[in-house]
C-alpha cells in the first residue's frame, strides 16, 4: 500500500525501521514502540478534548440560541486554552481533613478510564492500539475504573456533599450498565465474537438495522453512563452544591472537566463501532484512509446527538431517572437478548433481506410491547400541591384581622 492509502501503517514501519537502524534490538524496538504508543495514546485525546470543549459550546449556544464563545481568536477558537492556562496556573488546594490519597488519586482515574478504551478502539482496519479477543469486554471492565475514581472523590473530600453526589452518581452508573451491558452482547452474539474489529466486519448492514431498539436503549444508556441531560443528577446545583468533585480545582478538577468532555466523545466512538459499521465502506479494507474517514463522520453524527439531547431535555428526578432503569429499559434489554439470538436461529436459511427484515421487525415489537405493558404499570405519582382544606390568606382577610385588633 501506498503513504496515502494507510498512512498509519507506512508511519508505524518507518518509525520501527528507524529504531532498527539506529541500534536497537528486537525486543527494543518493541518495547519503545509500545512505550511511544502508550504517550500517544495518553497525550493525544486529551489535546483533542481541547478542539471538543470548543466545538461543544459552540453547538450548544446555538441550540439554546447563544453565541458561545467569540471573543478569543477568532469565532473564540482560542478561549479553550485561555481556560487551560488559567486551570494550570490555579492553586492545588486540599481541603483539611480530606483523605489525601484518595482524593488525589480520584481525578487520575477519571481520565485513565476514558483513555484506556481508546487502546481498543479500531479506527481503521489496520490502526489500532491493541486488537484484543475481548475488547467488548474490556471496555465494560475498564468503565468500572471511572466509578471507582467518583467514589474516591466523594469518600476522599471530607464534605457531605461531595458524598452525597458521590452516591447519587454511583446509583446512576451502576444501575444503568445493566442494559449497557445487555445491549452490548447483542452486537457481540450477531458478530460471534467479543473482538470489536471482527465486530465491524460482521456487520451487513449495520446493527442499527439489524437491531434498532437495541441501538436506541444503547444510546439512552449510554447518555446516562457520561452523566449528561436529563441525567446529569451528579451536579444538579440546585439541590447539592455541585456535585462529587465540589472540593477540587485548578488542574485537579480540570482532570474532572476533560474525563467528562472526553468520555461524550468516547461514548460515540463506541457506539459508531458497535452499531453503525465502524471503519466499514466503500473501498476501506483496501485504502484504511478512508475507514477513518467513514469512521469519523458517523462517530461525529453520534457525537452531534449526543450534544443536542444535552442541550435540550430538562433534568429528570431521581424517581424518574431509576423507574426508567428498572422498570423499563433493563426488562426490555432483558426480552430482547432473549428473543434476538432466538429469531435469528430461526432465520438462519432466510434470505438476507428477509432476515434483517425479521430480526428487525422483532426488535421493534419487542420494544413497543414493553414500552407499553411497562409504563401502563409504572405508579403516576404527580408533585403534592398542598391540601386544599388549609386556609388561604388573602388581602381582605388580612385587611378585616387588622380592622378589628386596631378596633379592640
Avoid at 497525550?43 to 467569540?70: A, H, Y
Avoid at 462529587?244 to 461514548?267: D, P, Q, R
Amino acid at each position: 500500500m501506498t503513504f496515502w492509502s494507510d498512512p498509519f501503517t507506512a508511519i508505524q514501519q518507518w518509525f520501527l525501521g528507524l529504531l532498527a537502524s539506529i541500534g536497537f534490538g528486537p525486543v527494543g524496538v518493541k518495547v519503545t514502540g509500545m512505550l511511544v504508543g502508550i504517550i500517544i495514546l495518553a497525550i493525544g485525546p486529551m489535546l483533542f478534548t481541547i478542539f471538543l470543549i470548543w466545538v461543544e459550546r459552540k453547538v450548544i449556544s446555538r441550540i439554546q440560541d447563544r453565541i458561545g464563545p467569540n471573543r478569543v481568536g477568532p469565532y473564540g477558537l482560542f478561549q479553550p486554552f485561555a481556560d487551560m492556562v488559567k486551570i494550570f496556573i490555579k492553586e492545588h488546594i486540599t481541603p483539611r481533613g480530606a483523605d489525601w490519597l484518595p482524593y488525589n488519586l480520584a481525578p487520575v482515574m477519571a481520565v485513565a478510564a476514558v483513555l484506556m478504551v481508546w487502546a481498543v478502539i479500531p479506527f481503521t482496519i489496520t490502526f489500532y492500539g491493541v486488537n484484543l479477543n475481548v475488547g467488548v469486554l474490556f471496555i465494560i471492565a475498564v468503565g468500572s475504573i471511572g466509578e471507582l475514581g467518583i467514589i474516591l472523590a466523594g469518600w476522599g473530600s471530607n464534605n457531605k456533599y461531595a458524598l452525597f453526589a458521590m452516591f447519587r452518581s454511583i446509583a446512576l452508573l451502576i444501575s444503568y450498565e445493566i442494559p449497557l451491558v445487555l445491549c452490548s452482547m447483542v452486537p457481540v452474539l450477531m458478530a460471534g465474537s467479543l473482538n470489536l474489529n471482527d465486530i465491524v466486519k460482521s456487520q451487513t448492514p449495520w446493527n442499527v438495522v439489524t437491531a434498532p431498539a437495541t441501538a436506541i436503549i444503547f444510546f439512552i444508556v449510554s447518555v446516562a453512563e457520561i452523566g449528561r441531560a436529563p441525567f446529569d443528577l451528579a451536579e444538579a446545583e440546585s439541590e447539592i452544591v455541585s456535585g462529587f468533585n465540589i472540593e477540587y480545582s485548578g488542574l485537579k478538577f480540570g482532570m474532572f472537566y476533560v474525563a467528562e468532555f472526553l468520555h461524550t466523545f468516547t461514548v460515540a466512538l463506541i457506539f459508531a463501532t458497535l452499531f453503525l459499521g465502524g471503519w466499514r465502506g466503500p473501498g476501506a479494507e483496501q485504502y484504511p484512509i478512508l475507514g477513518f474517514i467513514y469512521y469519523f463522520i458517523k462517530v461525529g453524527v453520534v457525537y452531534f446527538l449526543l450534544m443536542l439531547v444535552d442541550g435540550t431535555l430538562p433534568r429528570l428526578r431521581i424517581d424518574q431517572m431509576m423507574n426508567l432503569n428498572w422498570k423499563v429499559l433493563t426488562p426490555i434489554s432483558l426480552v430482547v437478548l432473549v428473543i434476538f439470538p432466538l429469531v435469528g436461529a430461526l432465520t438462519a436459511d432466510y434470505p438476507l433481506w428477509l432476515r434483517v427484515l425479521v430480526l428487525a421487525g422483532s426488535n421493534l415489537l419487542v420494544l413497543l410491547i414493553g414500552e407499553r405493558i411497562l409504563t401502563r404499570r409504572l405508579p403516576r405519582n404527580p408533585a403534592e400541591v398542598g391540601s386544599r382544606d388549609r386556609p388561604v390568606a388573602r388581602p381582605e382577610n388580612l385587611l378585616s384581622q387588622s380592622d378589628s385588633g386596631v378596633s379592640g
